[in-house]
Nanobody, 120 residues
């Protein structure tokens, strides 16, 4: 059974960097051709795709967040991580990690979501 679990601080101060980790079980993040995404949902708004790291380590980012976003991975721990810099209250959201095949946006598995609030 594939499971994804987000972890990280629930409260971040403005201008700081938000860091979240997704721990994956039941599936290797290096298996061809899986893609591992970060997606967020601000309160009262729809889902926003932030970026993806592919099975081979290639990363793609949303054009609107590219300057502030970095996704990395630790293959020894089967984890991938999100860093979002210079956060503001507008970055308050539930952050999800998810898996799909070939990065086409059809997500098979999701984490339960991590609430992150940006506030001083």
């Amino acid at each position: 059974q594939v499971q994804l679990q987000e972890s990280g601080p629930g409260l971040v101060k403005p201008s700081q960097t938000l860091s979240l980790t997704c721990t994956v079980s039941g599936s290797s993040i290096t298996t061809n051709y899986y893609a591992w995404s970060w997606i967020r949902q601000p309160p009262g708004k729809g889902l926003e795709w932030m970026g993806v790291i592919l099975y081979d380590g290639t990363t793609w980012y949303s054009s609107s967040l590219k300057s502030r976003t970095s996704i990395s991975r630790d293959t020894s721990k089967n984890q991938f991580s999100l860093q979002l810099s210079s956060v503001s209250p507008e970055d308050t959201a539930v952050y999800y990690c998810a898996r799909d095949y070939m990065a086409v946006g059809a997500y098979e598995y999701w984490g339960q979501g991590a609430q992150v609030t940006v506030s001083s």
